[in-house]
């Protein structure tokens, strides 16, 4: 696109423009979603100001983990509701929600 520009008047051009861009190194970047995440390792990250507001831009190899059920929630819904830990990790299977595993149990 600027075919042979040196980066750094690039880079000059944008702070000119009122554009900070800034790399901050980082080992992974995880992404939470309701139904599981996104992981990104040796990811290449850059903070991007502009007019005040920052954005950020991640490139990098993907992979998408879907959402476990977590020990201590299986373990709050067990001690609300005087089940047994299974009985508590089939109702957070079923529900995929804490409140309503723990009415599904009490009723």
Do not use: C, Y
């Amino acid at each position: 696109m600027f075919g042979n520009v040196d980066p750094k008047k690039i880079q000059a051009m944008m702070k000119q423009m009122g554009i900070n861009q800034q790399e901050i190194p980082a080992e992974r970047v995880i992404i939470e979603k309701a139904d599981g995440r996104i992981v990104i390792d040796n990811p290449n990250v850059q903070k991007i100001i502009m007019q005040g507001q920052a954005s950020w831009q991640i490139t990098g190899e993907a992979r998408e983990e879907s959402a476990g059920i977590r020990e201590e929630d299986i373990k709050l819904v067990a001690e609300k509701t005087g089940k047994s830990m299974h009985q508590a990790k089939k109702a957070l299977e079923e529900t995929n929600d804490i409140a309503e595993a723990i009415m599904k149990l009490s009723e």
